[in-house]
């Protein structure tokens, strides 16, 4: 019997945040690791092989054999069970094991039996999901074959890792660039005022010819740096490997659609997500939009009651500091009481039960607010006990 270790609420904090570092759009990973899960699942011989991914309320599973992404409570996972273990999970008959013998997976037309769960282990030693091999029929894995797919989960994780570095790359770059067209566009001004008053002075009588040559000099030399300025800026346009690191209003709705409907659905929960058509056009970085975000609307749909709405607004708004994203999430849940409010604020929320009384440690808006320091950004809770909540998220651009 594989011992199972018991979950503090700062270790668990500690895993998603690191799950949430990496940044992943779930609708895109699949072609990433598709491959090594499918050979996970010819070397363990079973008829089923996924990558699962736990963050705070949600497995996220990623198939060779599915399109997109699939996600279930993450209190229904046999996953859940597998990162709180350091070499895995292996559960010959999961119809006699009480913890899994009434899961639809189990009981249901799947009709599942075998189970074994490889953990995905960073180097910095949290399992942010697992390796998921099962089967229909009884069966047993033999240490041979088990330490392969220890082999593969550690190149899916170092696949992960790269994945990450690059992209930490792309928007370092992305904002060295921002600030040199900046700089130009600061340079633009004070020289297209020099070249402006040199032709002024141009076209005045002056008394010597020496005086209008210095002018014209100076206007010369002002329009070199105003060509060199716009080589700069045009140069300076995101090439196509930054086209992926942005998005604008309607491809953000369009992806937390593909992630979030079907849960707000499987719970009858109606969720609606508008934006401004007129502020289509710009585009921004997506850069932990997807994780902020969903963590929130997950949240909703966990605390919001069969029939309830969740109402998202995506808008881009102007401030003295520049540009931002506004969010505002309303739901019709159970809402926050003033004292939860400011324990969230003190950083002392604590664990809850959902409105199905799905179980959870409350990590989700913790982990958001530490998303959005790192992006500058900030967020507002107001709401009254059993009458919803309304957040609002400001990140930004």
Known sequence: MIEVETISYNSEFQRIKKLSEFDLDYLEINDEVKNLVELAGMVAGTEISMLNLLDSNTQWTVSPVIEGPRQIPREDSVCNYTIQ???GLEIQRLDLDDRFSGKNFVQGEIGLKYYLGIP???TSGENIGAICLADRVEKQTSNIKKKALRLIATEIVEKLEAKKKLNETVY???????????????????IN?????AEVVETEEVSTEEMKEYFKLIKDSGKGILD?????????KDPDIFRSTYLNLQQLKEKLDKLYQLPAKSKQIGLHINFDPEKNWKFFPKRKLLSILGNLISNSIKFTPIHGKI???????NSEQGKFIQTLITDTGKGFTANEIQEFYNNKLDCSIGSAGEKGFGLGLKLVNEMLNDLNGDMQISSTQDKGAKIEVRVPI
């Open 193 to 197: 005022g020099i070249a402006g008053l």
């Open 311 to 317: 109402q998202v607004a995506l808008d881009i708004k």
């Open 120 to 122: 995905l282990t960073l």
């Open 172 to 190: 370092s770059l992305s904002e060295a660039i921002r600030v040199k067209n900046q700089v130009a566009h600061d340079v633009r001004g004070p």
């Open 228 to 236: 060199l300025t716009d080589d700069i800026l045009d140069n300076g």
């Open 85 to 87: 273990t350091k070499d």
